[in-house]
């Protein structure tokens, strides 16, 4: 009966830690993104901050583009782990970008956001310049 009682109680607070887990990335996204990018994703383009609303999933349309969101300082630099940047990620796909965001989207991992970190481009404002020509001009699909 003990034994029962631990399962039970273990069962108990993986769940409990799931939800935690889950609470978090909203938590994460007011903590990081919200101070420049607006509670509902939409930015102050009149500041230089574009709106991610209905839009940041278009960068997942082209090459590089999936890496970028990555890589771009505001991501780069939050003390998240990798796995919680990745849950993050796709966080905003869903709940931000979501018409923009293709159907097919593959949620991030914490392995690629820790291959995109270990791989950042010098010119990031320049390498957004370049995806959304390459949007604008119909790229193919990564």
């Known amino acids: 009966m003990k034994s029962r009682c631990a399962l039970l109680l ?14 978090s ?35 997942l349309r082209v090459p590089g583009g999936r890496a970028y969101l990555s890589q771009v300082p505001g991501t780069l630099h939050t003390p998240l782990s990798d796995a919680e940047t990745a849950a993050l990620l796709s966080w905003v796909m869903v709940n931000i970008g979501r018409s923009s965001t293709p159907a097919d989207f593959q949620p991030y991992t914490a392995a690629e956001v820790k291959n995109y970190r270990a791989t950042v481009p010098d010119d990031i404002p320049g390498l957004r310049v370049k995806l959304l020509r390459e949007l604008e001009q119909g790229a193919p699909a990564r």
């Not at 273990?10 to 935690?20: F, H, Q, V, W």
């Open 10 to 23: 273990a069962g108990l607070l993986i769940s409990g830690g799931a939800a935690a887990a889950t609470d």
């Open 25 to 59: 990335v909203p938590k994460n996204y007011r903590l990081y993104c919200m101070g420049c990018h607006q509670a509902d994703g939409t930015g102050s383009p009149a500041n230089g901050i574009p709106s991610m609303r209905d839009e940041v999933g278009h960068f």
